[in-house]
């Protein structure tokens, strides 16, 4: 089992920026691949950033590359993203997930694919 709880998200302005982290529990977190995902009112649950079990391969959204990071500290059981310039269509509650699969060599994209979830947090953009 791993249990992960997220940072507070909260409000943020357009152009800001905001760092979301996620502590993890349980597993050996440093053997996972790390999502994070995100859902907005009345939209489907969408994939934001993932990152190897090692953090030297990561994969983005089309919609948030090069405005938001995912990174990791295996050494605190961490990961965090980065959300740089975000805008009001960024506005979702956001989650962290954990793909159970020890060293795996494939980032999904899926949410189906991931086996451990966050709470998940508001993040809000206003213009």
């Known amino acids: 089992q791993v249990q992960l709880v997220e940072s507070a998200g909260g409000l943020v302005q357009a152009g800001g920026s905001l760092r979301l982290s996620c502590a993890a529990s349980g597993r050996t977190f440093s053997a996972l691949a790390m999502g994070w995902f995100r859902q907005a009112p009345g939209k489907e649950r969408e994939f934001v950033a993932a990152?190897?079990?090692?953090?030297?391969?990561?994969d983005y959204a089309d919609s948030v590359k090069g405005r938001f990071t995912i990174s990791r500290d295996n050494a605190k059981n961490t990961v965090y993203l980065q959300m740089n310039s975000p805008n009001p269509s960024d506005t979702a509650v956001y989650y962290c997930a954990a793909d159970a699969r020890p060293y795996s060599s494939t980032l999904y994209v899926s949410s189906g694919d991931y086996d451990y979830w966050g709470q998940g947090t508001q993040v809000t953009v206003s213009s």
């Open positions: 990152s190897s079990w090692g953090g030297r391969v990561t």
